[in-house]
């Protein structure tokens, strides 16, 4: 009847852990509520650094969040239960080598970190991970884009806008279908919404123009 040392020396199965009922606990009762109250600590504790490897075990590791050090490719994250995961933090550039069954990456591609970047990874078992969550340091960049009424296939498209006078309009009918679109009032402007042939949106203001392209 050993005391568990680790979370993944415990069960999910309840009757599964230790002490049984027909186990004599006495004199350990101590050590399992040590145990287990470290086990409930360790899910918010920063564990030690690991350096990079082919492999990196985060299940050995004791707490949820990780930094990993050094630039070494990294092809797996060991094998734990399914269901451990970890917060991992990189310090440098390395690579993350993408696989379809042991190291799923967003996108289906290999990764080149830098240092800040960050990820949650999910065990999946057998020594398969998964990363549901990956965060540059420098974040994702900005771009602009038009309001799409619904997912038709991206294509290069030409914005053109207009000056609109007409504060009664209430509803825009576009070709081939037609919306029924609400009027927005602030203080006393009318902005025109409503969607053009290739499914944009346009916003249009009682007095604002661009340039046609």
């Not at 990956?134 to 806008?161: L, V």
């Not at 007409?166 to 037609?178: F, G, L, M, Q, W």
């Amino acid at each position: 009847m050993a005391v568990p040392t680790t979370i993944t020396d415990l069960s999910a199965t309840i009757a599964s852990n230790v002490p049984a009922g027909s186990d004599q606990a006495f004199p350990y009762v101590d050590d399992y509520l040590r145990a287990a109250y470290g086990f409930i600590r360790q899910g918010d504790t920063k564990a030690a650094d690991v350096a990079s490897a082919s492999t990196v075990d985060l299940g050995a590791v004791v707490g949820r969040f990780v930094d990993v050090t050094g630039t070494t490719t990294i092809t797996s994250f060991g094998t734990v239960a399914a269901g451990i995961w970890r917060v991992v933090t990189f310090t440098g550039a390395l690579t993350l080598t993408h696989n379809a069954t042991s190291l799923i990456l967003p996108g289906g591609a290999n990764i080149t970190t830098a240092a800040g970047d960050s990820m949650v990874a999910e065990s999946l078992g057998s020594g398969n991970w998964k990363i549901h969550i990956y965060m540059p340091a420098a974040g994702y960049p900005s771009k602009a884009t038009s309001i799409r009424a619904s997912p038709a296939a991206d294509a290069a498209h030409t914005h053109a806008w207009s000056a609109i006078t007409d504060r009664n309009v209430s509803e825009a009918i576009r070709p081939r279908k037609t919306r029924i679109v609400q009027r927005i009032r602030s203080s006393s402007p009318i902005m025109r919404i409503s969607p053009d042939s290739s499914d944009y949106w346009h916003i249009k203001l009682p007095t604002y123009y661009s340039n046609r392209q």
